[in-house]
């Protein structure tokens, strides 16, 4: 490897997402799920959508949302139901199921987050969320789409230091 490589932000950044990805992946097994289909839950556990409400809300193409939620509809954690006046308006909502799966997620998304940010006090995690939204809200402008709603929002104030 290169020193330019070695010192690289954006492989830096790569490893960890990747590592952070595959601990997630771990856990996920864990409830029968796959990456990418706990966002769906989570996005759900308000309220039922539509599944273009929901392609817009994870910032993905309708094909991916059909695909995720026939997987999840199979496994019993959603059901997809008519919901307008001619019926071509599928709604999407959690089973019973899909609610407790979707509140386990939580526990699992903190634990994950832990070991991410172990080495770090609360002062350095508090610095770290706030490069990392800088460093989004840069690609975004260059183009690249940001999948955080929140980038924008300076949530740093009302996040604690832990």
């Keep these: 490897m290169t020193k ?3 010192k690289s932000v954006g492989r830096a950044l790569l490893v960890t997402a990747r590592l952070h990805r ?6 996920l097994n864990g409830l029968g799920l796959f990456p990418g289909q706990e966002q769906a839950l989570k996005a759900l556990q308000p309220a039922p959508m539509t599944m273009g409400e929901l392609a817009a809300l994870l910032r993905v193409k309708p094909p ?10 199979l496994q019993g954690l959603v059901t997809r139901e008519g ?3 001619d019926g071509r308006l599928v709604q999407v909502a959690l089973t019973e199921a899909g609610h407790k799966t979707a509140a386990e997620l939580d526990a699992v998304w903190n634990d994950v987050e832990e070991e991410l940010l172990d080495k770090l006090d609360g002062k350095e995690r508090k610095q770290l969320r706030k490069l990392l939204r800088k460093a989004s809200k840069g690609l975004s402008k260059a183009g690249a ?3 955080d709603a929140d980038a924008d929002a300076d949530l740093d104030e009302a ?3 832990a």
């Design 4 to 6: 330019a490589l070695e």
């Design 22 to 27: 595959s601990r997630m992946g771990e856990r």
């Design 64 to 73: 991916t949302v059909s695909k995720t939620i026939g997987r999840l509809s």
């Design 83 to 85: 919901g307008n006046r």
């Design 145 to 147: 789409e940001t999948d």
């Design 159 to 161: 996040d604690s230091d």
